[in-house]
């Protein structure tokens, strides 16, 4: 059967043949991107779920709006205001988590051959969703204080690409955090070159102490006529549940239509069950409530794994502790003539009994393979400490 | 901003203009495509929502794998072989709401200028979909036996397509279903010409008095090597509830592989909150009672439609009384220098408070503009009767 040549621009995941991998018994993994299914609020989504069948069955049952569910649209606009974005409810649509918003940007912006600039390294399935569409993608270089500005500048001038995309705060995988004076000069660069910058945003909320700088969206207020070349991703996946499948997307008018109409004939719209759920849920006022809880448990995880790292694996890694997010990214020194290939790493660490992402596949250009991804989220303390043991054997 | 040049393929839907003319007051609405609310099992619904949720919150509420939630995939497996259909649970990927499964096939198979084989008239976010992947579109003429064989082979030959979408049983906006002669004709074609054939199939279980011929699926088990040819589209979205936006797609292995993963890049999963409530509800055993409900009561509108139509527009209108599904397929005959042109009578309809779609947009070449589709899924007998009695007025 001769599939359409777009497939050929993308290769099977490593990461998914890793994964295979973690079956094997006794493995810890600090492999997954997701969040720890012990926090989730069950009681909270069970009676959001009820509430939404007694109270407005035809809705969240029946086909809805492409654009999103009113009341749902409503919630996020308020739970996006808390943030200091203002936007209102007809401004946003409601995505099949953020990873279709992804899509969608996809669909309504990329021709085979465009450039788009990513940071190196960058989200995995962004990188795979937008060479799908053809994109030639150009890698941003990143530091501890986020993408850095002026190889920016220098790239967007170079490739003209049809838009930039930055995950700014608490990076997948880097765990950086884009500086508040480096936001501002991206959006002066938006505005300056006309070019599209998406935000993507799914780890803001779960900050361990002091919040980071306001997004990008907010921030824009600040820099005349950047709004308008900006587009935010949102979604309720790492701070309440991946599995209701709901994210959403802020963008200009001319391009939230078009993602709108692309949107009609992807999937319709997004499961109205778990928009009129995730919409009882935020009216209920239990998300304060939660984001507290999971920013407890993860700053907690956060710091065992830093204080375990120093002092099982010392100079042979280097990283930045993270203040947010699920991930810590470390780089292989060699320090010793100990390993310096994180894919070898990875080998010995499953033989140790440990699981994790190398950083090779993370980078549309040019991989370091010294990099590695840990997450913090899903094992407890002292899950994470023998971990971070056993790393220090496989080292 | 320059958006990717696929968005020229389509227009807005003339179906959507329609639609901003349905807040009318006093309006009846015989123009949407969608289940009647009232009759969701809501009380099933939400005690589904809720065993799921007790039963493996971790499932319903993490991420899940690509291809579908394995308790789902093992209900629907089950669901199939009770239509005749022999599929294993790993042979199917759960889809968000089955227009995902068409988005799939076209990001999977269709590159820009491939030709692809569609029913005169199909269902209107077909066409819009495979043209969003630069599919041109070929249509096949359909009577009241569903799509004419003898044509259909003669386009295969001529056309050489990507492959052959079918909706054969109850078909949108048809109503017609495929004759068991023609049915084995096509898994004929399929072989002989090693020409992929989708069938969707919404509509299969809402007959209202003897089953309809088994599904092409179920069928090719009669017509050596045709199986390997065929897809199946499955939705729960006719039967049970669209907002749950459950649907499954069973394809040969190599496409099958494929499209999981294009999904991995759309939009990671679908919701598994609605799969796992789906797969709650169909292990309930509650699905048989639910489709005789929905079988009852759709035949009753449909009968009394039928009549109404008869006694109010006489021979102005031509039509097959359909044995399933939830529209009325119809052509304006002209007779007695009555209005033939379906999009002027919608207007005339609109002004004597009743909405409908014409049949023009459903045709992806050659539009007739005598035809017009009359969903009577959503009024009742008595608002059907007083809708057809005010068409009467507007011929």
């Given at each position: ?32 991107g ?63 988590g953020s990873q279709?918003a992804l899509?969608?940007l ?10 788009v600039i990513v940071e190196g390294p960058t989200f995995l399935a962004t990188i795979q969703c937008f ?6 993608l150009?890698s941003a270089p990143v530091d501890e204080h986020g993408v850095m500005v002026?190889?920016l ?10 838009f930039i995309y930055l995950i700014p705060t608490f990076g997948n995988p880097s765990g950086a955090t884009l500086s508040?004076?480096r936001r501002?000069?991206v ?10 910058v998406v935000e993507d945003d799914p780890y803001g909320d779960l900050y361990?102490?002091?919040?980071p700088p306001p997004s990008l969206m ?12 900006l587009v935010y991703c949102g979604s309720?996946s790492k701070v ?7 994210g959403?997307m ?70 930045t502790?993270p203040r947010g997010g699920l991930f810590f990214w ?29 950083g090779?596949?993370f980078f549309a ?8 991804r840990?997450s ?20």
């Amino acid at each position: 059967m001769p599939f359409a040549k777009r497939l050929d621009n993308v290769e099977t995941s490593a990461i998914r043949e890793l994964f295979k991998l973690l079956g094997k018994p006794g493995i810890i993994s600090l492999a997954g991107g997701f969040p720890d299914s012990a926090m989730f609020d069950v009681t909270g989504l069970s009676q959001a779920s009820q509430r939404a069948l007694q109270e407005e069955p035809g809705g969240a049952l029946q086909y809805g709006a492409t654009e999103g569910f009113e009341p749902l649209r409503t919630q996020l606009a308020q739970f996006m205001a808390g943030k200091g974005i203002d936007v209102r409810p007809d401004g946003l649509v409601v995505t099949t988590g953020s990873q279709q918003a992804l899509d969608l940007l996809g669909k309504t912006l990329i021709d085979p051959g465009d450039k788009v600039i990513v940071e190196g390294p960058t989200f995995l399935a962004t990188i795979q969703c937008f060479r799908l569409y053809g994109a030639d993608l150009v890698s941003a270089p990143v530091d501890e204080h986020g993408v850095m500005v002026d190889v920016l500048e220098q790239q967007i001038i170079e490739h003209k690409p049809k838009f930039i995309y930055l995950i700014p705060t608490f990076g997948n995988p880097s765990g950086a955090t884009l500086s508040r004076e480096r936001r501002i000069k991206v959006l002066e660069l938006a505005a300056r070159h006309q070019v599209l910058v998406v935000e993507d945003d799914p780890y803001g909320d779960l900050y361990f102490g002091e919040p980071p700088p306001p997004s990008l969206m907010a921030l824009s207020q600040q820099v005349p006529a950047s709004r308008e070349w900006l587009v935010y991703c949102g979604s309720m996946s790492k701070v309440l549940s991946p599995g209701l499948r709901v994210g959403w997307m802020v963008a200009p008018p001319a391009l939230l239509q078009k993602a709108v109409m692309c949107k009609q004939f992807s999937d319709a719209h997004t499961s109205t069950f778990a928009q009129a759920t995730a919409a009882q849920y935020l009216k209920a006022g239990r998300m304060p409530a939660t984001l507290d809880h999971v920013r407890t448990v993860y700053a907690e995880r956060a710091r065992a794994m830093g204080q375990a790292l120093a002092r099982e694996l010392g100079d042979a890694v280097a990283f930045t502790q993270p203040r947010g997010g699920l991930f810590f990214w470390a780089r292989l020194t060699g320090a010793g003539g100990k390993v310096k290939d994180a894919g070898e790493f990875a080998k010995r660490a499953i033989e140790q009994g440990v699981a994790f992402v190398p950083g090779a596949p993370f980078f549309a250009k040019d991989p370091d393979h010294s990099t590695f991804r840990l997450s913090f989220a899903t094992a407890d303390v002292q899950k994470i400490e023998e971990a971070i043991a056993r790393l220090g054997r496989a080292v």
